[in-house]
């Protein structure tokens, strides 16, 4: 069976397209001080790019800002150049393949074959094509075995992988991962480092403290730190510098 990672599912034309821009965007939860303070970057086709900070600094509140289920104060979000708004939503997350920090939020039905199958069925793909792009993800991530069990009979690494295979199968244009390795052992995490980095996928964004794992699979680092992003930079480069890891709450050696 011929492995869906190793062949293109996206045709990437345009290498210096922006896929992901965010302009002066704030949140804040009811009466409380911004967790989002005028955040703003671009993504272009090709970039692999680490969301990284501390606890408590707003990586996820930032990825889910990007997906629409959560909706700033101000400031702006475009998709290759569609304005996120609640009639642009359903044509966004087409777009956008994302991946929860809990498996569980993902993983509701009563098999992980049925569960990865969900998605395409949806999108009016047929039950033979959404079935074989199922078993082809199940190989890529080990899971083959396991195809008719609950995902509660699973290693949280293996609902972790089963919830990666079930946005996978959407062929998304842009992937956004919220701590992809939770859960994974060593073998697991170098071998999800492979699959990533294998994908034909326009744009990836990553939120981890798996720093050694980050330095792997992107090639730019956002910093989020006191509700901004403090640097946007090359991440082999700040992964060499200790003083400034340190003093974002980010040492590198633990």
Known sequence: MTSLIS???IAISQPHTNVVEVQNLVYAYSHQQP???EI???????????????????KST??????GLKQAQSGK??????????NTLPQI????????????????????LEDITFGPLNYGVSSI??????????????????AHRSAHELSGGQRRLAALAAVLALDPAIL????????????????????????????????????????????????LSTGKIQIDGDIQTLLQDGTTLDRLGLPVDW
Do not use: C
Request: hydrophobic content about 45%.
């Open 77 to 86: 979000v475009w998709i290759n150049g569609i304005p996120i708004s609640p």
């Open 40 to 58: 703003s970057f671009t993504l272009r086709t090709g970039d692999r790019v680490a969301l990284m900070g501390a606890t408590g600094s707003g």
């Open 176 to 223: 956004i991962l919220d701590e992809p390795t939770n859960g994974l052992d060593p073998a697991w995490r170098r071998h999800l480092a492979q699959v990533l980095l294998k994908l034909p996928i326009q744009v990836m964004l990553i939120a981890s403290h798996d720093l050694h794992w980050l330095g792997r699979v992107t090639q730019r680092a956002l910093v």
């Open 129 to 146: 094509a959404a079935k074989e792009k199922a078993h082809q993800l199940l190989a890529d991530f080990g899971l083959e075995a396991y």
């Open 35 to 37: 967790v989002l303070q």
């Open 7 to 9: 062949k293109p599912q």
């Open 93 to 112: 997350r087409q777009q956008i393949g994302f991946s929860f920090q809990d498996a569980n939020d993902q993983l509701f039905m009563p098999t992980i």
């Open 62 to 67: 930032l990825l889910e800002n990007l997906i």
